[in-house]
């Protein structure tokens, strides 16, 4: 595994795995292009140092080949204009760099586009996906990718845990010093060691969501390294059942009631605090007009549900949070997503935030939660905001990622 900062690109084919899975509306334009700007790093640094690009990806989840709304080429026009928003200016006029499309990430055009490339060009190649042998694994696909570059960067930790063919399989066809993280990934990666292995005390970890089953196994390991769980969401209320309370028509997985009050004994052997909410913002339905009150959660009413933490649970939590040195939040507290029920996850937030910025090492990380801090716009004063959802959950829940193993070893 070579180092991509110090690498010298010059003259030199970077094949490039990039997320640029981003979401499109019915115009076919990007509505949310922040995984195409966290790669533009890696991009300029290889372009800079005289080196040509060739960008690989998935898009979207097409069945049985090539489908016209998930073609890259309509990523193709922001690409350009991301890759050019501060050019050069040379004798008055703008150096823009050219960006190029191949109809086929395999194949003879892409073949002949990728050796036509000039320093400080760029080629974005169609679809992986259009492929079934991508999500295979399928070591014969990967070979032929393999074959458009001389040195192989991935920089897609969103689709770490996944072995495909372009995150994983592919790097056994470059010797190890032309194998590396591009600096997106790297930025991932130590992030999530810090958090997960140098850990400064008191380490809290903020889990949210609807179901304690997806959240099973990260709980479980950290466990072994944090001193606080905070728990908030619709997971809280299985917690809150499994001990008897009664939460009305609250989200509730009635299955995991034992294994619920399993997790809370073994952290109290170990010597973790889980901190449940202890009131409830709830509601008569599930709508953004809903009738809403505040009540204890030892007596939420029947036909009413908790869709997000109290007042009281704020205070508990905030003051937990702001005692922490590192913090780990995965998940809101409630609906966010409904003007009513996101002062919860807001003030967790705003907590997060002020804790950062009186010296704790903060890591945001899931889809949820990302949104949550971009929406209250506190994305930049916290640590390290994650890209990678799944990747990010299977990580902590002590899983060996194919794409990182593939390039360090493990």
Known sequence: MSNFAEHNFSGQ??????????????????????????????????????????????????????????????????????LNEDAPVVDGEPTLTNVFFADDCIGEQAHMTAGMLRKGEVLLLENLRFYAAEEKGDAAFAEKLSKLGDIYVNDAFGTAHRAHASTAVIAQYFAADKRMFGLLMEAEVKSAEKVLHNAAAP???????????????????????ANNIIVGGGM?????????????????????????NELLVKASAKGV???????????DKFAADA???????????????????????????????????????????????????????????????????????????????????????????????????????EYFEGKVLPGIAAISGG
């Open 13 to 82: 084919k970077a094949l490039i795995r990039v997320d640029f899975n981003v979401p499109l509306n019915e115009a076919m334009e990007i509505t949310d292009d922040t995984r195409m700007r966290a790669a533009l790093p890696t991009i300029r640094k290889v372009l800079a140092d005289g080196g040509k690009v060739i960008l690989m990806s998935h898009f979207g989840r097409p069945k049985g080949g090539p489908e016209n709304k998930y073609s890259l080429k309509h990523l193709l026009p922001h690409l350009h204009q991301l």
């Open 203 to 225: 380490f809290t970890a903020i889990l949210g969501g609807a179901k304690v089953s997806d959240k099973i196994l990260i709980i479980e390991n950290l466990l072994e390294r």
């Open 236 to 260: 809280a209320y299985t917690f809150l059942k499994a001990q008897g309370k009664e939460i009305g028509s609250s989200l509730c997985e009635e299955d995991k009631l034992d294994l619920a």
């Open 273 to 283: 605090h889980i901190l449940l909410p202890v009131d409830s913002v709830i509601a």
């Open 291 to 393: 009738q809403t009150q505040t009540v204890s959660n030892d007596a939420i009413p029947a036909g009413w549900m908790g869709l997000d933490i109290g007042a009281a649970s704020i205070t508990a939590f905030t003051a937990v949070i702001m005692a922490s040195k590192t913090i780990l939040w995965n998940g809101p507290m409630g609906v966010f997503e409904m003007e009513k029920f996101q002062t919860g996850t807001k003030c967790v937030a705003e907590a997060v935030a002020a804790a950062t910025a009186a010296g704790a090492f903060t890591l945001v990380g899931g889809g949820d939660s990302v949104a949550a801090v971009n929406q209250f716009q506190l994305a930049d004063k916290v640590s390290y905001v994650s890209t990678g959802g799944g990747a990010m959950l």
